[in-house]
């Protein structure tokens, strides 16, 4: 398993933004998740995949967030904007090797990192 590594995390007054990162994505099939509430089921938020980089968003941050990755694949990003406390969680990036879909659930998922943690205060 490749162990992924996300950075950028931190808090913000509500209405800020914060651009999240995640080195040795690697593969063109990556995913962001988040947390609210530690040993719950992770929340799929955005996903990227396909040669052309097709993105799909979780409603509740469809207009507000932005998945992207560079050039080389091997940095996945997460443009979070208007963010509000319901924002607020340990936000993850995953990755799958072969065969994306972009599904926005954890088992379509190899590769984890260790999460960040995003703080939205009022």
């Known amino acids: 398993q490749v162990q992924l590594l996300e950075s950028g995390g931190g808090s913000v007054q509500t209405g800020g933004s914060l651009r999240l990162s995640c080195a040795t994505y690697?593969?063109?099939?990556g995913a962001w998740f988040r947390q609210q509430v530690p040993g719950k089921e992770r929340e799929g938020v955005a996903s990227i995949f396909g040669d052309d980089a097709r993105t799909r968003y979780a409603d509740s941050v469809r207009a507000r967030f932005n998945i992207s990755q560079d050039n080389a694949k091997s940095t996945l990003y997460l443009e979070m904007n208007d963010l509000t406390p319901d924002d607020t969680a340990m936000y993850y990036c995953?990755?799958?090797?072969?065969?994306?879909?972009?599904?926005?659930?954890?088992?379509?998922?190899?590769?984890w990192g260790q999460g960040t943690q995003v703080t939205v205060v009022s």
């Open positions: 690697g593969h063109g099939c």
């Open positions: 995953a990755a799958r090797r072969t065969d994306c879909g972009g599904f926005l659930w954890e088992s379509h998922y190899d590769d």
